[in-house]
C-alpha cells in the first residue's frame, strides 16, 4: 500500500512537471514572437528612414534642406486656368491679374467660375454646390466700408498714397465670411491703432458705404466687389478666420455678379497686403 501510495505522487509530480514545462514552452514561444515582432516593427523603421534619405535632397545631389525653399522657388508656377474665348472684358483683367501674379504671390493658382444667374436667390449650400467649395464657411464676400463720422465727400476720403498717410483715409474694404456677422467696433480699434491715437475712437464709426461710393471705388456693383483689380487702392481688411479655413481654399466675387473667384487665403492675403484681423463675433 505505501508503495502504491509513492507511484501515485510520482505520478502526479510527473504531470505537474509536464504541465509547468508545457507552460514555459508556450510562453517561450510567445516570447520569442515579441521579440520577433519587435525585430520586424524595427526593420521596417529602419527601411522607412532608408527609402526616406533615398529621396531626400541630399542623396539626389539637389539644394540641402536650409536651401530647399529657395530651390522650389525657381519651380516654374503652374499655367493659369483657361480663359474662355467668350470672357467678357471684366472676366479677362480678374484673370489677367491674377495670372501675372502665379510665380509670385499665388503659387497654387487660382479659379474663376461662372455661375448661374439664381445664384443669391437661393441658399447658401446651393451655392456652395455651384462652386464646389468645401464647405459654406469657405463662401466669403468684400465689403467697402465708410467712416460715417468723417465729413469729407467723395473723393476727397480716399487715402493719399502721394504723403504716406493711407489710414487718413474715409474708405476700407473688408473680407469676410458669409456665415460670420462683422463686429464694427473691432474694426474702429483696428484703425485707431493704425492712426496712432491722432483720431478719437468716437470718430470712428464704419460702416456699408452707399453703392454708388462703392461702385465709383471699385469699378465693380453690388454682389461682385472684390479687391482683385479693383479700380482704387484702399487699405483691405481680411477676418482671421478666413485665414484659419482647411481647405485652404475660399471664394469670393469676381468683378461681374454671377462670376466667382477661387484661391489660397494666405497666398491672397500676401498678394495683396491685406491685414489679417479679428473682426466678426466670437460666435460667428
Known amino acids: 500500500r505505501a508503495s502504491h501510495r509513492r507511484t501515485h505522487r510520482r505520478g502526479r509530480m510527473a504531470s505537474s512537471i509536464e504541465a509547468v514545462t508545457a507552460l514555459l514552452a508556450t510562453r517561450q514561444v510567445a516570447l520569442l514572437a515579441a521579440v520577433r515582432q519587435v525585430e520586424v516593427l524595427e526593420s521596417l523603421d529602419a527601411l522607412e528612414l532608408r527609402l526616406a534619405s533615398l529621396g531626400s535632397p541630399e542623396e539626389e545631389g539637389s539644394a540641402s534642406p536650409t536651401t530647399t525653399s529657395s530651390a522650389s522657388s525657381s519651380t516654374p508656377p503652374p499655367p493659369p486656368p483657361p480663359l474662355p474665348s467668350d470672357a467678357s472684358p471684366t472676366h479677362r483683367a480678374i484673370h489677367a491679374e491674377l495670372a501675372s501674379k502665379l510665380d509670385t504671390s499665388l503659387p497654387s493658382s487660382f479659379r474663376v467660375v461662372r455661375v448661374p444667374g439664381e445664384y443669391y436667390d437661393r441658399p447658401l449650400e446651393f451655392r456652395r454646390q455651384v462652386l464646389d467649395a468645401f464647405s459654406t ?30 489710414w487718413s483715409t474715409k474708405y476700407i474694404m473688408v473680407v469676410v465670411q458669409y456665415v460670420s456677422k462683422l463686429h464694427a467696433e473691432k474694426i474702429r480699434d483696428f484703425v485707431f491703432e493704425k492712426r496712432g491715437g491722432k483720431t478719437q475712437r468716437k470718430k470712428i464709426k464704419f460702416r456699408l458705404a452707399p453703392e454708388e461710393v462703392s ?70
Do not use: Q
Open 137 to 166: 464657411s469657405h463662401l466669403c464676400k468684400t465689403m467697402v466700408m465708410e467712416n460715417t463720422k468723417d465729413d469729407r465727400p467723395f473723393p476727397e476720403g480716399l487715402p493719399r498714397p502721394d504723403d504716406g498717410e493711407a
Open 215 to 284: 461702385d465709383a471705388i471699385t469699378g465693380y456693383s453690388h454682389n461682385a466687389v472684390t479687391p482683385v483689380a479693383s479700380k482704387t487702392k484702399i487699405p483691405l481688411l481680411v477676418s482671421h478666420r478666413v485665414l484659419e479655413l482647411r481647405p485652404d481654399f475660399f471664394w469670393l466675387g469676381a468683378g461681374e455678379v454671377d462670376l466667382k473667384v477661387g484661391f489660397s487665403a494666405a497666398e491672397f492675403a500676401e498678394a495683396y497686403g491685406a491685414h489679417v484681423i479679428d473682426c466678426t463675433y466670437d460666435d460667428k
